[in-house]
């Protein structure tokens, strides 16, 4: 920050917020454009990648893992069934539990789409190197853990 007026234990942590908050600013837009390519919201693909990766879960156990709202990731998990890359199944041991699963269609699409933004991400991460991005990841958990 060019305003040196605030100390600079304070620049320091506005200079990295301001840092972080238009790389994510950046990276979201591109990662998001991509995903739209698949004809997808960033909010689908993430239900997708959860539900490819962790298998059935439930709609709060999804809201969870993806830091959404219960009521956003019913609306998203609607829009999923009715495109068929999803369906919800009572548990057989409690009737009350419904989980999201995909469907053939629903791993069809996981398996193509998955595999393509994976690559797409390693590239626009490669102008780091493995051990940066492996430090990066280090510290944006720690600082994500500490501030939760």
């Known amino acids: 920050m060019k305003n040196k007026q605030y100390g600079p234990e304070i620049e320091s942590a506005l200079g990295m917020w301001v840092k972080l908050a238009r790389a994510f600013a950046v990276f979201n837009k591109r990662t998001s454009e991509h995903i739209r390519h698949h ?22 156990g999804l809201s969870k893992k993806m ?5 956003n990731m019913t609306v ?41 933004h994976a690559e797409y991400v390693t590239k626009l991460v490669s102008v780091l190197s493995p051990e940066e991005q492996e430090t990066l990841s280090a510290l944006l958990k720690k600082l994500g853990l500490a501030i939760q």
Do not use: W, Y
């Open 76 to 116: 998203v998990i609607d829009n999923l069934e009715k495109e068929n890359l999803v369906e919800r199944v009572r548990d057989k041991s409690d009737r009350r539990a419904v989980h999201v699963q995909l469907t053939k269609k629903g791993r069809r699409v996981f398996n193509k789409v998955f595999p393509e």
């Open 39 to 60: 004809g997808l919201t960033a909010s689908q693909f993430g239900a997708l990648e959860c539900l490819g990766h962790l298998g059935p879960m439930t709609i709060g």
């Open 67 to 71: 830091l959404v709202s219960g009521g």
